[in-house]
Each structure stands twice: as C-alpha cells, then as structure tokens.
C-alpha cells in the first residue's frame, strides 16, 4: 500500500520554489521506498510556483512516476496541468480522493501571448469611477 | 483632478520639476487614492528621495483625502532613503494590521510567504472572509509578486496596499518598489540581453510568458501565474516599469508608455467580490 502524506504535514508554507523543493526534501524524511501519495488539500494556500518546485526535484530526482497527487479542487488540479505544462519532458499522475486509478496529467497549455500596442492608456476597461462618498473603501 | 489613478498618477509625477529646490507636488486637487497611484507616487517619493531630491507637498484640499496620508504615515513612510534606514525602524512598519493600510516590505528570505499569510490574516481573521473574495487565491497572487520583488527588484524595500470597496463590489491590490525594473532585470540574464535595446513596455510584456527567467532551477512563472489568476477571478491587473505598462482585462492584453519613467516595478490587481 502507498505511503499517504499530507502537504500540509510537511511544515513548510506552501508558497514559492524553494519551499517546494524544502518540501520534497521533508517528503523524502517520510518516504523511503515505494510510491507516494501526496495530497494536495487541506491548505489555505498552494501556489504554482510551490508545485513547481515539489515537481523540478521528482524530476530531477527520476521520482515522478512514483508520485501520486491528490485533490479534490478543480483549481489545483488547472495548476497541477500549467505545471505539467512547464515541463513536457515529464508525466505527472493526478487522482481525485473518490477514485481508485491514478491518471496521466494533461498538460496544460502553455502560449505566448502578445498585447496591443495602445497609442494612449485610453479609457478605463473596467468599471473602477471614483466611488461616491458614502462608498469609502474599508 | 479628483481621483489620483494608474491613468492620471504618471502625468502628475511628470509635472513635478526635479530639478527645483524644493520639487513640489501639487495634491490639492486630490480628493482619492486608488492603490496603484498611492504606491505609485510613494515609489516616486522614495526613489527621488535617495537621488537626494527635497519635496514640497501641496497637501489635498480634501479632509478625508489628507487624513488619510496622515493615518498612513505616507509622508514618514516614503520621503527617506531605504538603504540607509535603521532595520529596527523599518521592521515597525511591516505589520498590517487591517485594509488600506501601507504595509513596507524588506527584501529577505521569506518574505514572500509571510506578507502573503499577513494579507489572508487581514482578509479573514476569523472564521469567515471580512472580504467576500477568495481569500487563498488573492494569498496566492500576493506570494507571487512580493516573490517577484525579492528575486529580482535588487532594492531593499517594496510597498503594499490593498482596499475593499463594498458598494463598489471591488476588491484592490497594489504593490511596487523603485528596484532596477523588469528590462534591467530580464537583460542582466543572458537568454534576454537583447531586451535592453526595447521599450520598458515590451520587456514587461516578456516577463509574463511562463519560464521566461527558466534555469534549471526553474522559475519565471510569477507573473504568468498572478495573469491566469485574475483572469480565472474575472479581474484586472495593471503593472507599470519605467515609462512603460501592460494592462490585462479579460483575455486582452495591452501595453503601452506610461507618461514619467520611474524605475522599478508598480502594479495593481482588481477583483469583482460579492455584494
């Protein structure tokens, strides 16, 4: 049976690279043979750059298929597919808690947009008029 | 003028003759901060500042306008030189402890996490959101950006701001600092170079295509990230670096010159929230 770990157990924030990689590291204190299942859920906060820094040491480390990331949020779920994205060289497996079978990431999408060159900021693209008064921010 | 905005902060900052003793600032007409042009004109304050430029503000005519500065200790906050502030100094003005308050925020390891759970701290204190918005994903977008000034601003200090505006269903976030700016950053890695010789707004573009600064430790993926996030949320995002911009609305992008080129990175986040 695969060792199960939750992300928020590690101790690390789950923001920014280096706190992903910190987090491999404190992942691989636990994990010492076999596969693992990591679950992504139960944290306020889980960045993109946070997964992307978890995943750069599974690659280079040769350890990904031997991950299995958990999630029930679908927003999770978008960063897990702009990090398989990022790296097409790799696979990353991805399952919900209801299912069984673990499944190969399809990676997201990752353009390159351009922007139109405005002569002049022009008018504002959203509605952001002065508030009234009585509609002080707090 | 009545509100001082991304569209109108610029011109003002250009209007101020650098070269007189005092440089004086005109806020008279002023009657409103939007974050952008409050984070925006401090990086201005605090970049001149340490060229040794001395100011003369024209506080606002209006109360609540000048109160508020007051409150915020804006003048304290922005007219001195960051590189030359006691550390213990600068650590009291780290803390927010509410909205609208200007949080500084000192380039050092961690910060980007810290300034993030500060924000969600503020955003939900308790059980519930005092913010109708999703807390964890503004947390998240924070995280990216202040990470953004730490890596790459090679300056000391960076600002923030947010504010709720509840009748107005909308949600704001500012940050900035008067670092070397995006071009000067991107050129000084060597996939980029050639970015020195383009307009600031087209080295902005560039810094939000994903693993634009890609090594093999990875990275470049802050603004792209921030970008997918606001679009996700239905919001805005507007980023200024030197005398260029990149505004994002929807799936549209633009860029353009901003009127004054100020170096550094200033950017703004809106969100729609609830009623």
């Known amino acids: 049976m695969d060792l199960t770990v939750r992300v928020g157990d590690l101790g690390v924030p789950t923001l920014t690279r280096p706190r992903g990689r910190e987090a491999y590291h404190r992942l691989r204190e636990r994990w010492t043979e076999g596969s693992v299942v990591l679950v992504l859920d139960g944290v306020s906060m889980l960045s993109l750059s946070f997964l992307d820094g978890i995943v750069l040491e599974l690659l280079a480390a040769g350890e990904l298929d031997r991950v299995t990331f958990v999630t029930d949020d679908v927003r999770t779920e978008e960063k897990i597919g702009r990090v398989a994205g990022l790296h097409t060289e790799a696979v990353l497996y991805v399952r919900r808690p209801s299912e069984q079978e673990r499944r190969s990431v399809v990676p997201a999408a990752v353009d390159v947009e351009d922007a139109e060159l405005e002569p002049s900021k022009g008018t504002e693209p959203y509605p952001s008029a002065p508030p009234p008064l009585s509609a002080r921010p707090r | 003028m009545n509100s001082l905005t991304f569209f109108n902060v610029d011109r003002l900052c250009a209007s101020v003759d650098l070269t007189k003793t005092p440089a004086v600032i005109d806020l008279s007409a002023v009657d409103f901060f939007e974050p952008f042009a409050l984070i925006y004109l401090g990086m201005f304050l605090r970049h001149h500042t340490a060229q040794g430029v001395g100011f003369q503000v024209v506080l606002p005519q209006n109360t609540k306008a000048r109160n508020y ?207």
Not at chain 2, 233 to 256: E, F, I, N, P, S
Request: aromatic share 8%.
């Open chain 2, 69 to 275: 500065l007051t409150r915020q200790n804006f003048w304290q906050r922005f007219n001195f030189n960051p590189a030359t502030l006691p550390s213990s100094l600068l650590q009291r003005m780290t803390t927010a402890t509410s909205l609208n308050d200007i949080v500084d925020i000192e380039r050092r390891a961690g910060i980007a996490e810290e300034v993030a759970q500060a924000v969600v701290d503020v955003l939900c204190p308790g059980r519930f959101p005092l913010v109708p918005v999703d807390v964890g994903a503004v947390g998240e977008m924070v995280s990216e950006l202040v990470d953004n000034f730490a890596l790459h601003a090679h300056g000391p200090l960076a600002a923030f701001t947010m504010q709720w505006y509840p009748n107005g269903h909308r949600f704001d976030l500012a940050i900035g600092d008067c670092g070397i700016g995006i071009r000067r950053s991107l050129a000084n890695n060597p996939r980029h170079r050639a970015v020195a010789n383009q307009p600031h707004h087209a080295a902005a573009l560039l810094a939000f295509q994903p693993g634009v600064t890609a090594s093999l430790a990875g990275g470049g993926t802050g603004l792209w990230e921030v970008r997918n996030a606001v679009r996700r949320l239905g919001g805005a995002m507007r980023l200024a670096t030197g005398d260029g911009y990149v505004q994002v609305w929807g799936q549209q992008m633009k860029r353009g010159q901003m009127a004054f080129d100020l170096t550094g990175v200033q950017a703004e986040i809106w969100i729609p929230v609830r009623g």
